[in-house]
């Protein structure tokens, strides 16, 4: 029977499952809301991957996220810094087995990754895949998908339509950092009649100059920038980072995951 | 245990509200020390202290001052306690390190002051802390713009001395200093009724020193690769360090570092072989603050040197004992403290160079460097000494926090990941 290597990453607001097989091909991803209890949601994931058919028992499994220790059949807990270290270097690095997920073969043994997650952000320094140094903002919402998903639904507006408005916006700011003021700052700008294209402009800008602020804490000419967490999936928004740190800045359709595929290679040690 | 609630009411205290501390220590006491494996037999003494913390030392206290003696209450290493000492009074820290007292202290202080300063504020006006009762003189001094601002409101509630410490380390700032000891020595004559003497000043000297030197004895033998005591052991010794009797604390930290001593001879050590080995430095951990380094020691690795006025701040450095005027005791005295390096100074790189120093003496793989949350003087010096740690490749982790527990699993992960980074 083979043998499964399973991530489970719990974060704030979603869950990510990974599956990887012996040669450490991605084979299974699971995305489910966290919902409440973090307990419950990997009680579902437990479910899930039974009725796959992946061999829980024969499987070692690693839980990372602010949920991991509520993952009570994962054979370890590793910190979401780690994993996402790990997750990122697996899709940006230089040593990235062939899986698909791998469009572009850049060499760099030097990654500087920008996850920004539900409710934190973290800039991670990666070097030849292990963590060197890492930032976190968990203080506050402001700079985090968090903010964005508060705006959006004050513009009514789903996540790719906000990016998809913002690129066609300009010249409007939000000067407020605190996500409740900001949000009374943009209920004002839609009174005024401010359009939306540059309302949410606006709102995309303030949360790229929060987090590249933190990115150029750790960030040098020769690192690699990649963007990982769900906003990945909008290249408005890794453009627009890449805009404002002057460097290209990556991201992978696997992004979000990235925190899951770093605890399932940690199974791997 | 003794019931204390007589005396207590006789200081005056909010005994409801007391009680209601007195209530929750004892678990946060069992959590953080007694369920640690293997700990040195001699940390039955501060066991003992701290389970009767607002008991032991108060009652003694008391007596003492029935005897006509004078307890000054201090919240700085920089007053020098070698004149109290030498002038017959006796010498108490008073710095609040308890959530539990802040809500007291943000009732008179802006929300956006540091914790410590909130606390100490709150314990004294609260009045649910014996050691703020008994003082019969509060020790104030010119270090950070909120302590400055606090003894202003304290010193309506209470006698308070200011002492003037200096923001630079010039020589002729080091010459005011002993200017200013010489005032502060005259204030404490006054009160206590003893004049101060090269010969009383001489033997007050050597009691500290001797204090200062158990101490020391006791961090040295964190240095071994064979770790014979917990960070949580090491702090609550420091943090009992600036309440008790100098000479029984001597004593006491003597005979601990034997024991110690032993352990490392015999390769007896509180962690597995490997655990990676913290140097944590930044704002002073007050007692009963634990947090930082139980959830450090909780999260796999081991602190081995505080780099803090809790630490090494407190007894490196020895005063010359070698004086034949009042005078030459005073020079001696600023001569010392102005070693201590606290981000209330400009420059202050002597403290990278005391850190630098310290990573290679005890062995050092990582730094945490933490400050109180608003204590803008250690915030902002992060800059400079996360950048020189990083420039001489000692792994740093730069966190700031306050006294509650809101952020314990955020601190977790950070210091977690961390501890992960240096395992790799
Ligand atoms: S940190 Fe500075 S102000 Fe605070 S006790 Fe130490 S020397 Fe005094
Ligand atoms: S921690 Fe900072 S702000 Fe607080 S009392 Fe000490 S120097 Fe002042």
Redesign the pocket.
């Known amino acids: 029977m083979s043998k499964f290597y399973i991530g489970i990453d719990i974060g704030s607001t979603s869950a990510k499952t990974i599956v990887l097989d012996e040669n450490k091909n991605i084979i299974e991803r699971i995305l489910l809301p966290t919902g409440w209890s973090s307990k419950e949601t990997s009680e579902i994931i437990l479910k899930k991957l039974n009725e796959l058919n992946f061999n829980v028992g024969n499987s070692t499994i690693v839980a990372t996220g602010y949920g991991r220790v509520s993952v009570s059949f994962a054979n370890k807990a590793v910190t979401e810094i780690t994993c996402h270290g790990k997750g990122a270097n697996y899709l940006f690095g230089s040593n990235t087995p062939s899986v698909g997920v791998n469009d572009d073969k850049a060499i760099d043994n030097n990654l500087l990754i920008i996850d920004i997650g539900g409710q934190d952000t973290k800039i991670i320094q990666v070097e030849n895949g292990s963590v060197v140094d890492f930032l976190m903002n968990d203080k506050c919402s402001a700079g985090t998908g968090r903010f964005l998903e508060v705006m959006s639904n004050a513009l009514n507006l789903k996540m790719d339509e906000l990016c998809d408005m913002a690129s066609k916006g300009s010249d409007t700011h939000i000067s407020s950092l605190c996500t409740v003021f900001a949000e009374s700052e943009v209920i004002s700008l839609i009174g005024r009649g401010e359009k939306r294209e540059n309302i949410a402009f606006a709102i995309v800008d303030s949360i790229i100059k929060k987090v590249c602020q933190q990115a150029q804490r750790l960030y040098k000419p020769n690192m690699k920038v990649c963007l990982t967490g769900g906003l990945s999936e909008f290249k408005y928004i890794s453009d627009s980072l890449g805009k404002e740190l002057k460097t290209e800045v990556y991201a992978k359709k696997d992004g979000r995951y990235a925190g899951a595929i770093g605890a399932a290679l940690m199974g791997f040690i | 245990m003794a019931d204390r609630h007589e005396m207590w009411k006789s200081l005056g205290m909010n005994i409801e509200q007391h009680d209601v501390l007195c209530s929750v220590l004892p678990g946060a006491v069992g959590d953080v020390f007694m369920s640690q494996k293997n700990r040195p037999k001699g940390m039955e003494f501060w066991d003992m202290v701290v389970a009767d913390v607002h008991g032991i030392r108060p009652a003694e206290l008391i007596e003492e001052q029935k005897k006509g003696r004078k307890v000054f209450g201090t919240?700085?290493?920089?007053v020098p306690d070698e004149v109290i000492i030498a002038c017959n009074g006796i010498v108490t820290g008073l710095?609040g390190g308890s959530q539990f007292w802040v809500p007291d202290g943000e009732a008179v202080l802006p929300k956006n002051t540091c914790p410590l300063i909130k606390a100490s504020v709150g314990a004294r006006l609260g009045k649910t802390c014996p050691f703020f009762r008994i003082a019969d003189m509060y020790v104030g001094?010119t270090?950070?713009d909120g302590?400055k601002k606090a003894y202003e409101i304290l010193g309506e509630d209470v006698p308070m001395y200011v002492m003037d410490v200096p923001q630079m380390k010039r020589p002729e700032d080091i010459e005011r200093w002993a200017h200013e000891i010489a005032l502060f020595a005259k204030k404490v004559e006054e009160f206590t009724g003893v004049k101060l003497t090269v010969e009383n000043l001489k033997k007050a000297i050597h009691i500290i020193n001797e204090k200062r030197k158990a101490m020391q004895r006791v961090y040295d033998t964190r240095k071994n690769k064979t770790l014979p005591i917990s960070g949580r052991d090491s702090l609550l010794m420091t943090q009992i360090s600036f309440f008790d009797d100098p000479e029984r604390c001597a004593t006491m930290c003597n005979k601990l570092a034997d024991e110690l001593e032993e352990r490392v001879k015999n390769n007896v050590s509180v962690v597995d072989a490997g655990t990676k080995r913290i140097l944590v430095t930044g704002?002073?951990l007050a007692i009963p603050n634990w947090k930082l380094h139980n959830i450090i020691e909780t999260t796999g690795a081991a602190v081995v040197c505080e780099e803090?006025?809790t630490g090494t701040?407190y007894f490196e450095n020895l005063v010359d004992e070698n004086i034949n005027s009042l005078e030459e005791g005073f020079k001696a005295l600023a001569n010392r403290y102005m070693k201590?390096n606290?981000?209330?100074f400009t420059p202050n790189t002597g403290r990278i160079d005391d850190i630098k120093r310290m990573v290679k003496e005890y062995n050092v793989d990582g730094v945490i460097d933490c400050n109180l949350k608003f204590c803008c003087l250690?915030d902002t010096e992060k800059f400079s000494v996360g950048r020189a740690l990083k420039e001489a490749n000692i792994p740093v982790l730069q966190l700031e926090t306050d006294y509650t527990d809101t952020d314990a699993e955020q601190l977790r992960t950070r210091i977690g990941a961390f501890v992960e980074m240096l395992n790799k």
């Open positions: 919240f700085c290493v920089y710095c001094e270090t950070c302590k704002t002073p803090m006025c701040r201590t606290c981000a209330c250690y």
